[in-house]
């Protein structure tokens, strides 16, 4: 009963480089959600996918990239990183319909 | 646009006091409600939720009130103790939707 898993828990990335976040759900849900978290600003929706085959933008999307590679996986790509993606990031999933995310414990990204 | 508006920013509360967090939101669509909760260095985790059809629920020391002509919402914890102290989010969300939007977060702090 692992939940939702986030690898890797930290990472720092020069600018330029590039990196991906892995998310891995053991629950069976059909949505799975990326979010950042920065200092008094709570969490922002980066991308989402609400099922498998499928994925929308959130409120800041720029600067990211997502594969839903299957119902279990969601990744969340930086092809170019920024100092401005320095952040906390979060995976969430859930069944479906209205009802509350499982969330992963983080990964903490800097780039210097 | 879709916004939720919390406070406050931070809380200090002697043990045993209640403590109470609001929330406003401006879709008048939305119609679920999940409260989190925060610990240091870990994933959101929902304490709470709350349906438009429901004025208020309860969970032991912790309950939610829905105030849909006003448009918002509230957190009461009562007999407040020093491991509720944390980062509370609210947010809201609509059964069209697929996402779910966060409140900017409260840190409670539990004076023992």
């Known amino acids: 009963n692992a939940g939702v898993t986030q690898t890797p828990k930290f990472q720092v990335l020069k600018t330029g480089q590039s990196m991906t976040l892995q998310c891995a759900q053991d629950?069976?849900?059909?949505?799975m959600y990326w979010y950042r978290q920065d200092p008094g600003m709570g969490l922002r929706l980066i991308y989402y996918?609400?099922?498998?085959?499928?994925?929308d933008k959130g409120e800041v999307p720029n600067g990211y990239n997502v594969s839903r590679l299957n119902k279990r996986e969601f990744s969340l790509r930086l092809e170019s990183a920024a100092p401005s993606q320095t952040s906390v990031y979060f995976c969430?999933?859930?069944?479906?319909?209205?009802?509350?995310?499982?969330f992963g414990s983080g990964t903490r990204l800097t780039v210097v | 646009g879709e916004n939720v508006e919390q406070h406050p920013s931070t809380l200090s509360v002697q043990e045993g006091d209640s403590a109470v967090i609001k929330c406003t939101y401006s879709?008048?669509?939305?119609?679920?409600f999940p409260w989190y909760k925060q610990e240091l260095g870990k994933g959101p985790q929902l304490i709470i939720d709350i349906r438009s059809n429901v004025g208020e629920k309860k969970d032991q020391r912790i309950a939610v009130t829905l105030n849909k002509t006003a448009k918002h919402f509230s957190l009461h914890i009562t007999e407040t103790q020093p491991e509720d102290s944390a980062v509370y989010f609210c947010a809201e969300g609509e059964d069209s939707s697929y996402k779910l939007i966060f409140g900017s977060g409260t840190r409670l702090l539990v004076r023992p």
């Open positions: 996918s609400a099922s498998e085959g499928t994925t």
């Open positions: 969430a999933s859930r069944v479906t319909g209205m009802d509350g995310y499982t």
């Open positions: 879709d008048s669509a939305s119609n679920y």
């Open positions: 629950m069976n849900h059909n949505s």
